[in-house]
């Protein structure tokens, strides 16, 4: 599911505070990193992710593909991405109640 135009100006304004909350270095897109990149989006929805590589435009489709999630925003070494959560955590999300 793409998002709209609409809900991706939504999102970035919700990221524009937020502080990456996963790392992927120089190891690349590793078993650990997917597993926290995944518990992070069940968690909040809409996380950053820094990312200190070199082809980082490949990695964002990677990484994107095997989380299914939805690129956001892009800029520098920090991306922005969205996806829904089966069961929200009203403590957690940085959707629910924004």
């Known amino acids: 599911m ?18 990456p909350v996963v790392t992927v270095a120089s190891k690349g897109l590793s078993e ?12 909040h929805e809409l996380i950053k992710v820094k990312l200190s590589v070199d082809n980082k435009t490949e990695l964002t489709k990677d990484l994107c593909a095997q ?10 070494s920090i991306i922005l991405i969205h996806r829904e959560a089966k069961n929200p955590n009203p403590k957690l999300s940085n959707l629910i109640n924004k």
């Not at 989380?67 to 520098?76: D, F, P, R, T, Y």
């Open 2 to 19: 793409s998002l709209s135009n609409e809900r991706k100006k939504y999102l970035r304004q919700l990221g524009h505070g937020l502080k």
């Open 32 to 43: 650990s990193v997917l597993t926290e990149l995944n518990r992070a989006l069940e968690d």
């Open 67 to 76: 989380s299914k999630a939805e690129l956001v925003q892009s800029i520098g």
